[in-house]
């Protein structure tokens, strides 16, 4: 009090505080009536929910009373408690009878059990003080624990603020030290080269991580598909290459459950290819018309339909055989994503908007209005953002919910291709993208300025992949021909680990 000008709590909730511990019973139902006085109000509404709370405590006092006689075997004290103490509270019937019934208890251990009590001592009373400081207000007694709450949120609030924290929130205070802020070292961020794949023979436009994170999918203008398996070390080995798309891969889609895959061409493609990955077959090769442009397909979430379209008006809702089960006539499709609801489709048009459309009831609307081309868009997994690559502007985030553009990161390198952004790192808490300077640009989410910036590549990165289980792992899809996966600093000394070739720049 004399150093912080705080003072913790009311003497008398002190005293009672002991009284409890120390299981003074009867000094503790007489400090009740000093709190009573501390709570006092005008209202008689208030008196009476005052006068209520104060039997609630009192009950719960000689209940602990009661319970600490029987184990002791003072069953005569037990049974006075019971019946002059308890009873005349007429509080809670029903439960005076449940105690009355623990008098037939043979022996302690069968009292604890039939209670569901810890017994007599510090746990027990402990217990129920927390049970007592819920009546009080914090004005007169300390909510339990309040200093390790405090301290908890204060680390947590140092985490959050945290550019580079990258692992799960750990709430306990065991794992901290409370003797320096909280900061992440920059080596532990995903902004080292791990891998350089160089097995595709033209530019890469796309690569996307399984759901799972174990597998690894990229899409090249060399007509293949290329499945790599991610091991327990965090490398990549080449799992299955996928041939056979003439036009090129230009877009891939995971089903839920990533036993299929579908690939996308670019505009002059009239075709879509279903892929089992579990066998390396091809389900199906989908056309509907040689007129047709399908660039672009997404999964509904129940991993039956899936809906696909493109730039010259198709809009398609297919099942897993390519039969058409619904179409939308005349929209002009830049991108699409299916929300959690399995109804509602988002696609991104050549009016610079992404609108909802509705399958089931034909019904469609207006979501984001943009001034620019809409290159490219993805969502959270809440369904709550929108992460899009607009022309000329770079990357912006948008709420969907309440249909407000939240955040315009700077420093992308954005014309007019089709540069594929995502989420990432723990929670989605970072955003990432390539870029037409060759680099790969990560952002916190809540910071407008770049935190990375990736280099290594020689040409425009088209697409960048978090991994969805393994916060520290990225990949990056450029028209240089390799994909680099991105990872935390090798164990080496600051020496070394600064002198490393592929590394980033970033932001102090």
Not at 72 to 95: F, G, I, M, W
Not at 274 to 297: A, F, P, Y
Request: hydrophobic letters at 35%; proline letters at 3%.
């Amino acid at each position: 009090m004399q150093e912080s000008g705080c003072r913790l709590e009311h003497p008398s909730a002190t005293k009672f505080r002991n009284h409890v511990m120390e299981g003074e019973w009867d000094k503790a139902e007489s400090d009740l009536n000093e709190l009573k006085a501390l709570m006092h109000s005008p209202s008689a509404i208030v008196v009476i929910l005052l006068s209520f709370i104060i039997y609630r405590m009192k009950f719960l006092l000689l209940q602990q009373k009661y319970l600490e006689y029987l184990e002791d075997a003072k069953v005569l004290e037990a049974l006075q408690v019971l019946r002059a103490e308890l009873t005349p509270l007429k509080y809670n019937t029903e439960r005076i009878h449940i105690l009355s019934g623990y008098l037939m208890c043979s022996h302690a251990e069968d009292l604890r059990v039939k209670a569901d009590w810890e017994g007599k001592g510090t746990a027990s009373r402990t217990k129920l003080l927390d049970k007592l400081q819920t009546y009080l207000p914090p004005s007169v007694m300390l909510p339990p624990r309040r200093l390790q709450t405090l301290l908890r949120q204060a680390v947590e609030l140092q985490r959050e603020r945290c550019l580079y924290h990258n692992t799960k929130l750990d709430s306990g205070l065991d794992s901290v030290s409370l003797l320096l802020d909280h900061a992440c070292s920059r080596k532990q961020f995903p902004c080292y080269t791990q891998q350089i794949l160089t097995e595709h023979c033209n530019e890469v436009w796309f690569c996307k991580f399984s759901n799972d994170g174990t597998k690894l999918a990229t899409g090249s203008k060399d007509t293949t598909v290329i499945v790599w398996h991610v091991d327990t070390s965090h490398q990549l080995k080449l799992m299955k290459t996928l041939e056979g798309h003439a036009y090129g891969v230009s877009y891939l889609a995971w089903s839920p459950d990533d036993s299929y895959l579908i690939a996308c061409g670019p505009d002059d493609c009239s075709e879509l290819w279903l892929w089992n990955i579990q066998t390396g077959d091809l389900r199906i090769k989908m056309s509907q018309s040689h007129e047709d442009s399908l660039t672009s397909v997404a999964w509904n979430p129940d991993g039956k339909r899936f809906v696909t379209g493109g730039q010259r008006g198709q809009f398609y809702q297919c099942d897993l055989d390519g039969n058409l089960l619904d179409s939308w006539e005349g929209v002009r499709v830049q991108c699409l994503w299916c929300l959690g609801d399995t109804r509602t489709v988002l696609a991104s048009d050549t009016h610079q908007r992404i609108r909802g459309y509705n399958f089931e009831d034909l019904t469609d609307r207006n979501i984001v209005q943009e001034d620019h081309p809409i290159m490219s868009f993805t969502v959270s997994k809440n369904g709550r953002l929108a992460l899009l690559n607009v022309a000329t502007q770079g990357v912006h985030l948008w709420d969907l919910h309440d249909r407000v553009l939240v955040r315009k990161y700077q420093g992308v390198t954005q014309g007019f291709y089709t540069i594929h952004s995502c989420f990432g790192g723990h929670n989605e808490d970072f955003i990432a993208s390539g870029s037409e300077d060759h680099k790969v640009y990560i952002w916190h989410k809540r910071s407008e300025l770049p935190i990375a910036e990736l280099t290594g590549h020689t040409r425009t990165v088209n697409c960048v992949s978090w991994n969805p289980v393994v916060p520290g792992l990225l990949a990056s899809a450029s028209d240089d021909g390799t994909v680099r996966i991105w990872g935390p600093a090798p164990f080496l000394d600051i020496q070394d680990t600064e002198g490393l070739n592929e590394c980033c720049s970033m932001d102090s």
